[in-house]
C-alpha cells in the first residue's frame, strides 16, 4: 500500500538525514524498499546510537548534525560498499566533518518548487479544494492552513536557503491549462523571486515562465507577456501535458517551431523540458526524449536542458538487489532507460552541443537506491556530453530540504574498478564544482565572481548565520512511499 513518507518519520524517533525509501509526488510509482535500503536502516540505526552516546547526544539530535550526515554515508558504503568519500573520525567528532567542508563553493539548484499560498483560490474553486487535498495528503498535514504552510515562500527560504547550502535557485512550476488553476501560476513564480530576492537584498533566485505549445497561436501572446512584463529568465515545458489538447513534441515543425523561433526573437535560449517520469496526468510518449534530435540541430542557437535527465524510473530495475535489471534486452549496467537514449543521441551526432542533463530527482532517486547505477550514469554524461553539461536540479522542496542531496554529490566517488573498466572519470572537487553550480551559472549568464561577494554581504547571509547557530533541520521527508504487503505497486488513487 501507499503511506506518506513523512508518516513513517513520525513514527520514526530519529528519522535518517538521507532517504531510506524512494518516495514520490505521483510523477513515477516508487518501488518498494529494497534489502539494500533496509540494511542500510538498520546499520544506520546501530551506528548513530553509537556515536550519539558517545558525543552525549539523543540519536535525533545526532542524526540532525554534520556527524549523523557521515553516520549514514557510512552506513551506505557498508551496504553498497565504499562508494561515499567518509572518515570513522567525521562520524565521532563534528569538527573533522566540519574541516572537510568545501568552502565558498556556489551551488546553483536549477529546479525548485513551492506552492502559491492564496486561501481564495483553495477555498473557493473546485480546482484549488482538489490541489488543497493532493498537498495535504503529499506533506501529511492535518489542517489546510498547515499543508500550505510546509511548501509556502517562508518555508522555501527555510528549506532551500537556510537548511542547505544551496547559493542560488531557479522557482519552477508545474502545467495546467488555465493560470488560475494552477498552484503556482508564471506571475507567482516570479513574486517569489521577487519575495526571495528582496529579502536577500542580492539576486538569489530566477524564474522559469511556463510554455504551452500545444495550446496553438494564442500561446504566442503568452509568451511576449512573460517575457516583456514577468521578465521570466528561462522557460519550463511539459511535452507530455495534454492538458486538454495532444502531448506535444520539440520537433513538431508545425505545432513547436513557431515558439522556438519567437522565443530567440525574445532573447530566452534556455528551454527546460521535463522528461522522464510519466506516471500520472503525463502520456508517456511525450516524456520520452527521441523528440530532441532534430530539434537540437534544427536549433542550435537554444538551449534544450532535459529535466530529470530523462529518467524512466526505477520500473525497469529489481526490488532484490536494487541493482538487478530485470525488463531490459540487455544486462549491462550502463544501460539506463530512458537516460541511455539521450546518450545514443549524442554518440550519433557529435556536433550537438545543445543538450544538457539536469539531475532533479533521478540523482536523489538513485544515489541512495542504486548507487552504481548513478555512478553508470554520471560517469556516460561526463564521457559523451562532456562535465559541462551537467546541471544541479533537485526537484526540492517537494520532498524537503535539497541539503542531503548535496552531501551526496560532495562525498561521492568513482571506485577505482569503475574507473579502469569503463574510462569515467575520476569525480574531482572541480567536476563537483562545475556540476553543482558553475555550468548553470555559465547558462544563465551569472558572473559567479561578483555573484559571491554580493551574497557574502546580504541580508539572507546573514540570517542563514544566525540560523545556524541552532539550526533545525526536521530530516523529514515528503511524497508516498510503498509498503510492502506482497503485492506490486499500482497507482494510487486520487492520482494527481
Keep these: 500500500m501507499w503511506i506518506r513518507q513523512c508518516e513513517l518519520d513520525a513514527q520514526n524517533e530519529a528519522p535518517s538525514p538521507i532517504p531510506t525509501r524512494i518516495a514520490s509526488n505521483e510523477e513515477f510509482i516508487p518501488p518498494p524498499q529494497s534489502p539494500q535500503q533496509r540494511e542500510f536502516e538498520a546499520r544506520l540505526t546501530a551506528l548513530s546510537e553509537q556515536a550519539a552516546r558517545g558525543q552525549g547526544l539523543s540519536r535525533r539530535a545526532f542524526l540532525r548534525t554534520g556527524s549523523g550526515m557521515a553516520a549514514a554515508l557510512t552506513a551506505l558504503n557498508q551496504v553498497f560498499g565504499p562508494i561515499y568519500q567518509v572518515s570513522a573520525d567525521e562520524v565521532k567528532d563534528q569538527k573533522a566533518f566540519a574541516e572537510k567542508w568545501p568552502k565558498d563553493q556556489f551551488i546553483f539548484d536549477v529546479q525548485t518548487h513551492h506552492v502559491d499560498v492564496s486561501r481564495n483560490w483553495y477555498e473557493k474553486t473546485d480546482d484549488g479544494k482538489a490541489v488543497l487535498r493532493f498537498l495535504g495528503m503529499l506533506r501529511g498535514a ?63 533566485v530566477l524564474s522559469h515562465g511556463l510554455l504551452r505549445p500545444n495550446l496553438g497561436k494564442k500561446e504566442l501572446e503568452e509568451m511576449e507577456r512573460q517575457v516583456k512584463e514577468l521578465k521570466i529568465d ?4 511539459y511535452t507530455g501535458a495534454e492538458l486538454g489538447e495532444k502531448a506535444w513534441f520539440l520537433d513538431d515543425e508545425k ?15 534556455n528551454l527546460c523540458i521535463h522528461k522522464g517520469l510519466p ?75 545543445n543538450i544538457y542533463f539536469e539531475l532533479g530527482g533521478t540523482f536523489n ?20 556530453a562532456g562535465v559541462d553539461h551537467v546541471l544541479w536540479g533537485t526537484d526540492s522542496i517537494w520532498g524537503g530540504s535539497p541539503q542531503s542531496q548535496i552531501v551526496r554529490l560532495r562525498k561521492l566517488k568513482m571506485p577505482e574498478d569503475m574507473q579502469k573498466k569503463y574510462g569515467y ?68 488513487v486520487g492520482n494527481a
Design 255 to 269: 505545432v513547436a517551431y513557431p515558439f522556438w523561433e519567437k522565443s530567440k526573437q525574445l532573447g530566452i535560449k
Design 142 to 204: 492535518r489542517t489546510p492552513e498547515k499543508a500550505l504552510e510546509l511548501l509556502n515562500r517562508v518555508h522555501y527560504v527555510k528549506e532551500i536557503f537556510g537548511d542547505s547550502d544551496t547559493t542560488m535557485a531557479v522557482i519552477s512550476g508545474v502545467p495546467s491549462r488555465d493560470w488560475d488553476k494552477n498552484p503556482l501560476p508564471p506571475d507567482q513564480m516570479v513574486a517569489t523571486r521577487k519575495y526571495v530576492n528582496d529579502l536577500a537584498g542580492s539576486q538569489r
Design 234 to 237: 528561462a522557460w519550463k515545458m
Design 279 to 353: 506516471l500520472g496526468a503525463f502520456n508517456e510518449k511525450g516524456c520520452t526524449p527521441f523528440d530532441l534530435e532534430k530539434a537540437a540541430k534544427d536549433w542550435p542557437d537554444l538551449n534544450f536542458i532535459v529535466y530529470h535527465s530523462a529518467f524512466r524510473g526505477f520500473g525497469w530495475l529489481g526490488s532484490g538487489t536494487g541493482e538487478k535489471v530485470k525488463d531490459k534486452k540487455t544486462d549491462d549496467p550502463q544501460e539506463i532507460p530512458w537516460v541511455s537514449d539521450v546518450l545514443r543521441i549524442l554518440k550519433k551526432n557529435p556536433q550537438i552541443k
Design 425 to 492: 572519470p575520476e569525480l574531482t572537487d572541480d567536476i563537483k564544482n562545475q556540476i553543482l553550480g558553475l555550468n548553470a551559472a555559465k547558462l544563465f549568464g551569472i558572473d559567479v565572481k561578483a555573484k559571491r561577494q554580493a551574497i557574502k554581504a546580504d541580508k539572507l547571509s546573514q540570517l542563514r548565520e544566525e540560523y545556524q547557530q541552532d539550526p533545525s533541520p526536521s530530516n523529514t521527508q515528503y511524497g508516498w512511499v510503498w509498503i510492502e504487503d506482497g503485492r506490486e505497486p499500482t497507482v494510487p
Design 365 to 384: 532517486m538513485t544515489s541512495v537506491y542504486a548507487p552504481k547505477t548513478c555512478l553508470h550514469m554520471l560517469g556516460q554524461m561526463i564521457q559523451v
